[in-house]
């Protein structure tokens, strides 16, 4: 398989060439995305890059590190790629770790693989509290409206992709910036596309990154908030009726219904000063037991829905000698 490598370039002219030195042979051609650089990134690489590998891409206007992958994959698609693995040129990401991201996608055991640096413990010994609050909270938040539950660290751009999946999404529509990993997570799932979680250290080098938790927090929850629920219609609704549809909307009915009649119930009885029987306060508090055992069980039943058989198996070209 032709193996491409795509490189966000802003504001890293100190470490890119050091990132193009380092990607391996096994790789066909590198994408060099110039995101409007007011380095002049794109014209740095081309100046005083040796590798005959790379092609710099330019966008117009700064996108995002979203707009340029997304450069960089229209790129790759119409280059005949089969593989695009994205590192960013901060030398953050260890160019050596790509055979790791690529073998699932060569095995067929996976359209998408990302890293994870919270795999093993001394993987984020090195990483700040704050950020590492922030990341696991955010890996809760995607793991709810992105229905991968079994991945960590969606924030994590060290990624690889089939491009036959690629292809089938809607790459315009992406988020641009920094919601950009987490909307191609959501994406991928309404496709029922397989994703790997790759273990990996946390590198720092002396850039920081841009991504201020404390910031793009309540704007995460927003969109987290809206992908979970276009994501409950179109998985329990609208593609398919199953039994966690009807757990999902027999809990809320119940603990809707309960929690309305106790409240009523326990105005009354506060105005009148007359207590409640034991029968009107059951009557309130069973539809809310059974609607949060039904609430539960949909939850179960969504943790154990995950994607398991890639989708690159049926949609990727047969070999030219099996067509």
């Given at each position: ?96 770790l790509l055979p790791q991201f690529v073998r699932p996608l060569l ?24 950020r590492l609050f922030g990341n696991a909270v955010l890996s809760f ?183």
């Amino acid at each position: 398989m032709r193996i491409a490598v795509a490189i966000p370039c802003y504001k890293v002219t100190q470490h890119v060439l050091g990132v193009i030195a380092a990607i391996g042979p096994e790789v066909h051609t590198i994408y060099a995305v110039d995101d409007a650089c007011p380095e002049g990134s794109g014209r740095f690489i081309g100046a005083h890059n040796q590798d005959s590998r790379v092609k710099v891409l330019f966008n117009p206007e700064n996108r995002g590190v979203g707009g340029a992958i997304v450069t960089a994959y229209k790129a790759a698609i119409a280059d005949g790629m089969d593989i695009v693995v994205k590192i960013d040129g901060d030398g953050q990401m260890n160019p050596t770790l790509l055979p790791q991201f690529v073998r699932p996608l060569l095995r067929g055991e996976a359209d998408y693989t990302k890293g994870n640096r919270f795999f093993r413990p001394e993987s984020v010994q090195g990483m700040p509290p704050v950020r590492l609050f922030g990341n696991a909270v955010l890996s809760f938040m995607t793991k709810l409206s992105c229905g991968y539950w079994n991945i960590m660290d969606p924030t994590n751009g060290y990624t690889a992709a089939r491009t036959c999946v690629l292809a089938e999404l809607p790459l315009e529509r992406l988020e641009k910036r920094y919601f950009f990993e987490t909307d191609m997570l959501f994406r991928l799932n309404t496709l029922r596309a397989v994703v790997k979680d790759i273990p990996m250290d946390s590198v720092y080098a002396d850039e920081e990154s841009n991504l201020q938790i404390g910031i793009v927090l309540p704007e995460f929850l927003r969109k987290h908030a809206a992908r979970l629920w276009r994501r409950y219609v179109y998985n329990y609704l609208v593609r398919d009726f199953n039994v966690g549809s009807l757990y999902s909307l027999f809990g809320t009915l119940l603990v809707l219904s309960g929690s309305v009649f106790g409240s009523v119930h326990w105005l009354n009885s506060t105005n009148s000063n007359h207590p409640a029987t034991s029968g009107t306060v059951m009557l309130a508090a069973l539809p809310i037991m059974i609607g949060i055992q039904c609430l539960i069980a949909f939850l179960h039943y969504d943790v154990s829905n995950i994607p398991t058989e890639p989708l690159s198996r049926s949609i990727s070209k047969p070999p030219a000698d099996e067509s």
